[in-house]
């Protein structure tokens, strides 16, 4: 015991070193997208600073959380800093929360070792910095024409929305999976199983109320799956499908909201959700295929390595469920009117990514603990993750330069 005590103490004081880093660099970046010139620090930031002091941005953004968290700050400091801080806050506990996610779902070999621990933490610092894969020097891939855009990544660092929402995001895609294994069984009054449910609805909400990109792709891969084992089961399990269903109605409400203070058209606007096949993905990528290569090489050599794991991994299995149904969102739908190039949809499908990749960093890593494939192969897999790390590393570096994000 006091080994294991131990061993938590260096490593928490050593990720704690780690996130103070990554908090002070991300800050720097954060305060010069507030302030900077926007041709060369591109981001949202200088719209946002408005919609937080209640001004007129010309956007409409009915989700508050990250306005009135920076607004509170903004009584202590300046506007632009507000903003920057308030970023800086909810990507740093994004990286908290999925490392205690790693150091709990990780296998006994890997977690109670001192290097173990210190390995997950490096691990979930590096998550927030992986990117899509890109040749260097300017090379030109067939269909590609940039880097992110029609590509994408898990980690968009010109949009801060997409970050204040993600720790609620992780915490949401967490306790869901967690549902999704037993709720099937029904609550019967038991307490611990009434606590999850009301953290999931939670967690939910507060993501939906932060950016409903992700709600989207939750809820929309969520209810193809509890409808499928609906009818898989004859409606033998349709009260505990209910009780779940029970946890989505406030976001449902803050979505009925937010849809019509967006999409609803005013007049002589057209508005709305249209049906396409790929149409406004095609305006930055003709390659889907490879782009989808680019996004996503770690995860999927994962999965052709550890296809098992789907059938096993309940919570790897839902990772890409949920990027599955970014997917389909990003491909078939878009908002019509003025914002159909905008391409919105593809926050839902860059968070399809990043849990993706997280899924497939946890069964990678039990697959190393448990020693079940050769060394040459869990080698390989990690190549691939670090060409995503590399990547990723120079991306951001070329946001620190000023340089364009796509």
Request: hydrophobic share 50%; glycine share 8%.
């Amino acid at each position: 015991m006091e080994a294991e005590k131990r061993n938590r103490i260096i490593d928490w004081s050593l990720f704690a070193v780690m996130l103070l880093a990554v908090s002070a660099v991300t800050l720097w970046l954060f305060y010069k997208q507030t302030t900077g010139s926007p041709e060369l620090y591109h981001s949202d930031m200088k719209a946002y600073i408005l919609e937080m002091q209640g001004l007129d941005s010309g956007y409409s953004f009915p989700y508050p959380i990250f306005f009135k968290f920076a607004a509170l700050i903004h009584l202590f400091a300046s506007p632009e800093m507000a903003v920057a801080i308030a970023t800086m806050f909810f990507n740093g506990l994004s990286i908290l929360i999925t490392k205690s996610a790693f150091q709990h779902l990780s296998p006994p070999a890997v977690k109670e070792s001192l290097g173990g621990r210190i390995f997950l933490s490096g691990l979930a610092v590096s998550l927030f910095f992986i990117s899509m894969l890109y040749p260097p020097y300017r090379i030109s891939l067939p269909g590609i024409k940039f880097r992110y855009l029609g590509v994408f990544t898990a980690n968009p660092f010109h949009n801060a929305t997409y970050m204040a929402a993600r720790p609620f995001a992780v915490l949401a895609f967490l306790w869901c999976g967690k549902l999704l294994t037993v709720y099937e069984k029904g609550i019967h009054g038991e307490k611990e199983k009434i606590k999850d449910y009301v953290l999931f609805s939670l967690f939910l909400l507060l993501a939906t109320m932060t950016k409903p990109s992700f709600t989207i792709v939750l809820v929309g891969a969520t209810g193809v799956v509890m409808v499928f084992r609906l009818f898989r089961s004859g409606f033998k399990n349709l009260v505990p499908a209910l009780q779940l269903g029970l946890c989505f109605l406030p976001t449902f409400a803050d979505l009925l909201y937010q849809f019509k203070g967006v999409f609803v058209p005013e007049e002589g606007v057209e508005g709305g959700i249209g049906f396409c096949f790929g149409e406004v993905w095609a305006q930055y990528c003709t390659n889907l295929p490879l782009a989808v290569c680019l996004g996503v090489a770690f995860p999927l050599l994962v999965l052709v390595l550890n296809y098992r794991e789907l059938k096993e991994n309940a919570m790897y299995r839902f990772a890409w469920q949920l990027y599955l149904m970014s997917f389909a969102m990003a491909f078939f739908l878009f908002e019509k009117g003025f914002r159909k190039m905008d391409f919105n949809f593809s926050w839902g499908y860059m968070y399809g990514i990043f849990f993706c990749h997280m899924g497939a960093l946890l069964v990678l890593v039990k697959s190393m603990g448990e020693g079940r494939k050769k060394p040459f192969l869990i080698g390989l897999q990690w190549m691939v993750y670090l060409c995503h790390l590399l990547c990723g590393l120079n991306y951001f570096v070329g946001f620190l330069q000023g340089k364009m994000y796509y």
